[in-house]
Every structure is written in structure tokens, then in C-alpha cells.
């Protein structure tokens, strides 16, 4: 059922060994117990059958390299450079920020996470000194057991982050070539009535197989805020594993807008827990697939008081062999009474080919709730495509123009001017007739 995590044991060695406090060492040998008794998942894992984790198992990673030198990422990452950013290549936080924005804000800190273990571990000590609950998550065990790098992102009650933090994952193996894999961390603490908006890309530049592997833990207090975005353009042999675990608290509000644009996998996990009276989530997602790659999302809303509050919406649109796969679950606890939750899949097809799995759901423990869900998938209307070809647009647009029309709407709900001129440039060069062109 599982693969060994022998190869993995001398990663972990080399990540506790550093110089570090007795409770994070202990804490990371508790995740990495936690990835050895799960495995690698296989086809025959509840919650993995149609993720071809074996992509990942049978490719021998080794820990990624230090690059000589910056790659040349500008003009290529789609977050907006007029914002705040924090690059880390290659699994390494590099020094300095980039971006137009002036000094962060009092009550704002955002710093590599190496550098907080080095100079104030004990900050982190209530978040890191426990193994994160990763049932069904062996990836994210890992991550917590191997990471020796990350971002951190505190903001203090009532404080405002005042323009969006960019963070950008940069993959690249021009120096070695191949194989490489890179385990980090993302945490987010927003004390009460704070506010911030992410926007987190992750982007391959090689040609070799290279594996990002991303825990992101976040915690809003009362009151709080979070745009959290996510966006996702993998090289052609990229793999990327992120499980994100967030807890929204009294009357506080999470938003994710998931933007998935190529990579061999792109495999995320979404577990929000609605913790506090009158929290709120909005979860929005769009994948545009093609050839032979895989995008899986995976999302676990618990509603766990009174009165939360769900939106979701995932979108995908694909071609050639593409496959997408969506589980949304919903899970109303007992005693969350007036929990209003609607769980939503829409896809559309545009080859024999592609394979669509969507599995929207919920589990029901309280009595008085109003739920709906849906799950749609559907090719091009042969009567919107006359109707334009009727009218003098050639085939090619009227389909180009469709596959936008239907894709736009994930687009438009995104609240950053430049960052959704960037999403419609990339939806238009990731349609059928784009890639033609290129080709």
C-alpha cells in the first residue's frame, strides 16, 4: 500500500540537525511518523485514486540546489510587480524584496521563515510545535517534517496589510538538470480585525522534473480578512502538491480564488474550518487543462458554529487529454445551526479526450441549514456557435470567444485590477487556437 520513506530519512536528518529548539525537532519527526504511516498514496488511497501520484513516487528527487544566480523570472510571473513580492527559488527565501510598494505598515511582519527559527523561534512555537492534523494529507505531513524554508506573515490586531503581498515560488534546474524537489511552508496570522491580501504563484522554469511541495497554514481571528490567491503555472514536467489548512474565526472572512495554468500535476487540498459564529468563506476556482496534464482539487469546508456562511465555485476548461478532478465537501457539525452553504462544479469540454471527475457533497449534522450543490460538465453549444458564425465571426473566434465567456467569470470575481488583466491575458493564451499559433 505504501512506499517506503526511507528516502526521505536523510532529508529529515539534515532538517532537524540544524540548529534549532528540541520541540521543532520533535515536532518535525512527529509529521515525518505521520507521512511514513500514510505513504505514498496510491490508486487504491481513499481520496487519491484519480491522482497519479505515481508521477511522484517512482521519480527519484533529489533535495533542490541553490542557484549561482537570480533566474531571470521578471516580465514572466503573472503577480503584478507593482506590489509588494517575496521570491523564494528553488526552496530558498532570496534576500530582499522586490515590488513599488513603500515600507510595510506597523503591526505587519513578513519574513523568510528561516529566519525566524534563527533569530525568534519561540514566536512560532504555538503554530510548529505540534504536527498539523494531515489525515488524507501525506504530502503535507512531509512538508511540515522537510521544510527549511518558507514565508511567514503576521499582522497585528486591527492592523491592515496595506497593499498585496506577492509570494512567488520559483522552480528552475539549470544547475543540475534533475530531478529536484523543494518542501515549504506558508503561515498567515491575522490577529483580530486585521486584513491582507495574498497572492501566491508558484512558477517552473526548467525542463526537469521539479516538485514543489507546499504546506500553507492560516489562522484569522475575530473579525479578520484574508484574499487569499492562488495561482499555479507549473513547467511541462512540473509537480506541485499543496495542502492548505485554514480556520476562520468569529465573524471573520476567508476568500480563495485558485488559478491552475499547466504542469504535469497540480494536485491541491483545501481544508477551511469555520470555526467562529458568523464566519464566512468564498472558494473560486479555475483550471485550464491541456495535453497530457492533471489538475486535482480537492476541498473540505467544516462548519463547525453557528451561522457560517459557504461559496464555491470551481471552473475547468479542457482539451486534448486533459484531466480535472473536483471533491467539494461540505461538513455541517452538530449545533452549527443556520449554516447557508452552496458547493458548485462547472466544466467544459473541448476534446474526446479530455476527462472531467467532479464529486460536489456534503455531510449533514444539524437541522436547520439551507445547502445546495451542483456539478455540470458540457461541450461547446453548437446553437451559441451558429449564432456567432451567423453573424460573420469565423469558427475559430466564436469558439475562442466561448471558451472566454464561459472561463471570464472566475476572472472577474478577482479584486485586483492588474492581477485580472494578467489572468485574461494568460486564459487567452492558454485556449486551443493560442497553442496552435504558438506551435
Not at 501525506?138 to 486591527?158: I, Q, S, Y
Request: proline share 5%; net charge negative; charged share 25%.
Amino acid at each position: 500500500m505504501t512506499t517506503p520513506a526511507a528516502g526521505f530519512e536523510s532529508d529529515l536528518r539534515r532538517a532537524a540537525g540544524a540548529a534549532q529548539p528540541p520541540w521543532l525537532k520533535t515536532a518535525r519527526e512527529a509529521s515525518f511518523a505521520a507521512f511514513a504511516a500514510q505513504g505514498f498514496p496510491t490508486s487504491k488511497t481513499e481520496g487519491w485514486r484519480r491522482t497519479p501520484a505515481d508521477r511522484i513516487a517512482k521519480t527519484p528527487f533529489e533535495p533542490a540546489g541553490r542557484p549561482a544566480a537570480r533566474t531571470g523570472f521578471a516580465g514572466k510571473a503573472l503577480c503584478p510587480l507593482a506590489v509588494r513580492r517575496i521570491v523564494v527559488q528553488n526552496g530558498r527565501v532570496l534576500p530582499g524584496g522586490e515590488g513599488t510598494a513603500p515600507a510595510l505598515p506597523a503591526g505587519v511582519r513578513v519574513q523568510a521563515l528561516s529566519e525566524v527559527l534563527r533569530e525568534e523561534p519561540e514566536t512560532l512555537r504555538p503554530v510548529l510545535s505540534a504536527a498539523p492534523d494531515a489525515k488524507g494529507l501525506p504530502f503535507g505531513a512531509l512538508a511540515a517534517a522537510l521544510a527549511e524554508d518558507g514565508v511567514v506573515v503576521r499582522v497585528a490586531r486591527h492592523a491592515r496589510l496595506d497593499a498585496p503581498l506577492g509570494v512567488l515560488f520559483v522552480s528552475d534546474d539549470a544547475e543540475s538538470g534533475r530531478p529536484q524537489a523543494a518542501h515549504l511552508r506558508l503561515l498567515v496570522s491575522l490577529e483580530e480585525g486585521a486584513s491582507a491580501e495574498l497572492v501566491v504563484e508558484s512558477l517552473g522554469l526548467g525542463k526537469a522534473p521539479f516538485w514543489t511541495n507546499l504546506l500553507t497554514q492560516a489562522v484569522l481571528g475575530e473579525g479578520a480578512a484574508l484574499k487569499h490567491y492562488r495561482l499555479q503555472r507549473e513547467g511541462e514536467a512540473g509537480l506541485l502538491t499543496e495542502a492548505a489548512l485554514v480556520d476562520v474565526g468569529r465573524a471573520a472572512r476567508y476568500e480563495s480564488h485558485a488559478f491552475d495554468f499547466g504542469g504535469a500535476l497540480a494536485r491541491g487540498d483545501l481544508r477551511v474550518r469555520l470555526s467562529g459564529e458568523g464566519a464566512d468563506c468564498a472558494l473560486n476556482g479555475l483550471a485550464l487543462v491541456r495535453g497530457a496534464e492533471v489538475v486535482d482539487r480537492h476541498t473540505v469546508v467544516e462548519h463547525a458554529a453557528v451561522g457560517g456562511t459557504t461559496r464555491e465555485l470551481y471552473k475547468a476548461v479542457l482539451d486534448e487529454r486533459g484531466r480535472f478532478v473536483f471533491d467539494g465537501l461540505v461538513d455541517v457539525r452538530p449545533g452549527a445551526q443556520k449554516t447557508d452553504a452552496s458547493v458548485y462544479s462547472k466544466n467544459l469540454l473541448l476534446s474526446e479526450d479530455a476527462d472531467v471527475r467532479t464529486d460536489p457533497e456534503f455531510k449533514i449534522l444539524a437541522d436547520d441549514v439551507s445547502c445546495k450543490h451542483g456539478g455540470a460538465i458540457g461541450r461547446l453549444s453548437p446553437e451559441s456557435l451558429f449564432y456567432l458564425r451567423s453573424r460573420g465571426i469565423g469558427e475559430a473566434e466564436a469558439r475562442r470567444m466561448l471558451v472566454y465567456a464561459f472561463g471570464s467569470e472566475m476572472i472577474e470575481r478577482v479584486g485586483l485590477e492588474p492581477l485580472r488583466e494578467a489572468l485574461t491575458a494568460a486564459l487567452h493564451a492558454r485556449m486551443p487556437e493560442a497553442a496552435e499559433e504558438a506551435a
